[in-house]
């Protein structure tokens, strides 16, 4: 393959992620990647073979979400001396930051609760298989089967994506209140549900 054409390859999808976070997923189209990238939307279908491509060559080649490892930075011997609840609870609070520091990331999510296409579909699957390793490895780093530290972190990673989504374009006021109050719920439901 030409350098030419990994590099219109590549502005492609860049464009992708630009119309995105600039415009909304509803701006997102053929005639507006093309334009934004300064293309012929034929190299679309050519270098992609359509639009639901496209998205998927998207989904495979970006860093949206975040690593396991940014949100686990201890290791087992580390968690030791930290009671789960609290170790949740921080893990809970790096993943929120994670959220926040992706912009894009929130749009796609955004995206995602109005409508399923390949792209959404794609990286939604990514996000699961992140989530699933996660949980893997602290349940592996604390060895308590009778937890289910899974749906405690599916819970409330859900209520944390519908907080970081419907707030992410308000006022850093509004949002320093409604995260105060989740987290004190969080606090207090994890502590109870360790008693």
């Known amino acids: 393959m030409s350098r030419s054409r990994k590099n219109t390859e590549q502005r492609i999808i860049n464009a992708v992620g630009s119309i995105l976070l600039e415009q909304g997923y509803p701006a997102v189209g053929i005639n507006a990647i093309a334009r934004q990238a300064g293309c012929d939307k034929v190299l679309i279908y050519r270098y992609f073979g359509g639009f639901d491509e496209l ?47 992706r912009p894009l990331a929130l749009e796609i999510m955004a995206w995602e609760m109005s409508e ?5 579909n794609s990286l939604a699957r990514i996000r699961g298989e992140r989530g699933m390793e996660l949980v893997k490895r ?9 937890i289910d530290i899974g749906g ?14 419907r707030t992410r374009k308000q006022t850093q006021q509004y949002k320093a209140e409604e995260w105060w ?10 502590q109870a549900y360790a008693d």
């Open 116 to 120: 399923q296409n390949n792209l959404t």
């Open 152 to 165: 405690i972190l599916g819970v409330f990673g859900a209520a944390i994506n519908y907080l970081v989504i």
């Open 181 to 190: 109050r989740l987290q004190q719920t969080i606090a207090k439901l994890l």
């Open 55 to 101: 998205l998927l060559a998207f989904a495979d080649t970006t860093t949206l979400w975040w690593r396991v490892d940014e949100i686990i930075t201890e290791s087992a011997i580390d968690c030791a001396s930290i009671a789960l609840p609290d170790y949740l609870q921080t893990l809970l609070g790096r993943y929120v930051k994670a959220l926040e520091s």
């Open 138 to 146: 602290i349940r592996a780093y604390y060895q308590q089967p009778n």
